[in-house]
């Protein structure tokens, strides 16, 4: 599995620290048989944070052992958790008074800038406290817990 | 009387080898009491001398994460083990252990088994998450609430580990003291 490809998530955001170490990972990055970042889950996880500047602070990101790249968010009041796929994203926020939220997409072109745009407006609202004029539109996928 | 007494010490010697190169002197059932580590490779696991989450995902497609059982291997063999798998030509380098007692590992969703098929000494934590090894698929992200339900099991393996950077990882011994987590 090819890497990430600077060249061409460099066209969407400005570079990331974590996201150009995350870049250089190659298969097996952790000895325990680890796929490496895609290109497309690096563009996307690129593009999520060029968005993320206003209000929120830059989250934890993260490679995983199947090639999936990790954002995460911490703060007094709950957490986020947002999975990036090659096709698929998918995630949770968990505030800290109220219940879990639930949430899972597919990723294009098309979807991505909204689905991210709406994810972050959730965060912003339920971690940092935002409260905004515009209510989010929450058109991207929420599941209810079924646990 | 000398010649009989070191033909002894030779028999029993290479029983006691042919025993350990069989496996036959490690119990198959892991006991709660036992210490298990897991060698730290990558700087992309690691955050402010902290295991960081993504250490404890199981390899697509597996639900597994291996371990070796330290209380059989010691920690020098165990540490012969990691620097074996290392390479930091292609960024894999030995950094130290993670170290669990098992019985503070194991919870509903997740048990320690052997696994000396691998290598005598060698163990697995299993996650019991079905969508690992049903539904995870090769670079997309797990379902939501399958994900969080990993989450909150890495979670769980964070609390109950220690990490134990390696002071020496050039060195053959392990110098870095008691292995002996929470």
């Known amino acids: 599995m090819p890497p990430c490809d600077p060249q061409r ?10 996201l150009d170490d995350i870049d250089a990972l190659k298969d097996n990055w952790d000895g325990y048989g680890a796929l490496a970042p895609t290109r497309e889950s690096c563009s996307y996880a690129r593009s999520f944070l060029a ?8 989250p934890e990101v993260n490679p995983t052992s199947n090639g999936t790249i990790n954002l995460e968010w911490k703060s007094d009041t709950g957490t986020a958790f947002f999975e990036i796929g ?23 072109e098309a979807q991505w800038s909204l689905a991210s745009q709406q994810v972050l407006a959730i965060v912003k609202q339920l971690l940092y406290g935002a ?14 817990p079924t646990l | 009387m000398a010649r009989l007494v070191r033909g002894l010490l030779r028999t029993v010697s ?14 198959i059932e892991v006991a709660d009491d036992e210490r298990i580590v897991r ?18 995902e199981p390899p697509i497609p597996t639900d597994e994460l291996s371990v070796m059982r330290l209380e059989y291997l010691g920690a020098k063999a165990s540490k012969a083990r990691a620097k074996k798998i290392q390479n930091p030509g292609k960024g894999r380098t030995y950094y130290g252990f993670a170290a669990f007692r098992v019985g503070k590992v194991c919870v509903d969703d997740i048990s320690v088994e052997d696994s000396r ?17 049903q539904r995870r698929e090769k670079n997309e992200a797990l379902p939501a609430l399958e994900g969080k ?34």
């Open chain 1, 86 to 108: 090659k096709s698929r994203y998918s995630g949770h926020i968990e505030p800290s008074r109220g219940s879990t939220i639930f949430f899972e997409g597919q990723l294009s």
């Open chain 2, 39 to 56: 060698a730290v490779f990558s700087p992309m696991n690691i955050k402010n001398n902290q295991i960081k989450r993504n250490f404890y």
């Open chain 1, 131 to 144: 409260t905004g004029s515009r209510t989010p539109a929450y058109s991207i996928r929420f599941t209810e």
């Open chain 2, 117 to 133: 098929s691998q290598f005598c000494g060698h163990a697995d934590i299993h996650f019991k998450i079905a969508a690992l090894k």
């Open chain 1, 9 to 18: 998530v460099s066209a969407q955001s400005a570079s990331d620290p974590a």
């Open chain 1, 51 to 58: 968005n993320a500047t206003d209000g929120i602070p830059i």
């Open chain 2, 149 to 182: 339900r990993l989450k909150d099991l890495q979670d769980h393996l964070i609390s109950c580990s220690k990490y134990y950077p390696d002071p020496n990882p050039a060195r053959t011994n392990w110098t870095g003291g008691p292995l002996s987590p929470p």
């Open chain 2, 14 to 27: 290479a029983l006691l080898n042919q025993l350990y190169s069989s496996c036959l002197l490690i119990p």
